[in-house]
T-cell receptor, first 113, second 111 residues
Framework: EAQVTQNPRYLITVTGKKLTVTCSQNMNHEYMSWYRQDPGLGLRQIYYSMNVEVTDKGDVPEGYKVSRKEKRNFPLILESPSPNQTSLYFC????????????FGPGTRLTVT | QKEVEQNSGPLSVPEGAIASLNCTYSDRGSQSFFWYRQYSGKSPELIMFIYSNGDKEDGRFTAQLNKASQYVSLLIRDSQPSDSATYLCAVGRDSGYALNFGKGTSLLVTP
């Protein structure tokens, strides 16, 4: 089954404790992206990657890191999480940067206390 | 700041009616436009994309684009209760392969 998977689905952590949210897709897609969704602010893009070893900032990259060492994986790293990073995070992938077929993962609900 | 504006709703329509969802955008250089549907507690799913001025139809859905007015809309014909969801408008940036999303319009289709 074609899908985007994220782990963990739910995470409660404390300020400053480094964490990684994994994202993997099995569709051989070139493009992958991370978004966060907050009430009243909508869906905002954090980072995206056009291909392996190619990443670029979205609207809200501060406090996040990404890497794209393999085509199928695109982990999101929070080196020192803060409470304002409490959010619902979605990973997504698309065949290419035209985004005519962008598929979203199930989401990761992160709470930073 | 490139903005995508949508009426938050809720937009309530009776079953069988046409639902009309609207979106305006500020980036004149945008070339690609997308509509996503998001059910409560679920992830967004792509409904349609449109690149050219005019209408594009896919089943019960029609996307309409007017670049001169910086306006894109989604019509849902024969609305069903299962269409009740939040509809997100997304606009591709002219500077690269990224998207700006609107905050979404909540649609409620009543039986």
């Amino acid at each position: 089954e074609a899908q985007v998977t994220q782990n963990p689905r739910y995470l409660i952590t404390v300020t400053g404790k480094k964490l990684t949210v994994t994202c993997s897709q099995n569709m051989n897609h070139e493009y992958m992206s991370w978004y966060r969704q907050d009430p009243g602010l909508g869906l905002r893009q954090i980072y995206y990657s056009m291909n392996v070893e190619v990443t670029d900032k979205g609207d809200v990259p501060e406090g996040y890191k990404v890497s794209r060492k393999e085509k199928r994986n695109f982990p999101l790293i929070l080196e020192s999480p803060s409470p304002n990073q409490t959010s619902l995070y979605f990973c997504a992938s698309s065949l290419d940067g035209l985004l005519r077929e962008q598929y979203f993962g199930p989401g990761t609900r992160l709470t930073v206390t | 700041q490139k903005e995508v504006e949508q009426n938050s709703g809720p937009l309530s329509v009776p079953e069988g009616a046409i639902a009309s969802l609207n979106c305006t955008y500020s980036d004149r250089g945008s070339q690609s436009f997308f509509w996503y549907r998001q059910y409560s507690g679920k992830s967004p799913e792509l409904i349609m994309f449109i690149y050219s001025n005019g209408d594009k139809e896919d089943g019960r859905f029609t996307a309409q684009l007017n670049k001169a007015s910086q306006y894109v809309s989604l019509l849902i014909r024969d609305s069903q209760p299962s269409d009740s969801a939040t509809y997100l408008c997304a606009v591709g940036r002219d500077s690269g392969y990224a998207l700006n999303f609107g905050k979404g319009t909540s649609l409620l289709v009543t039986p």
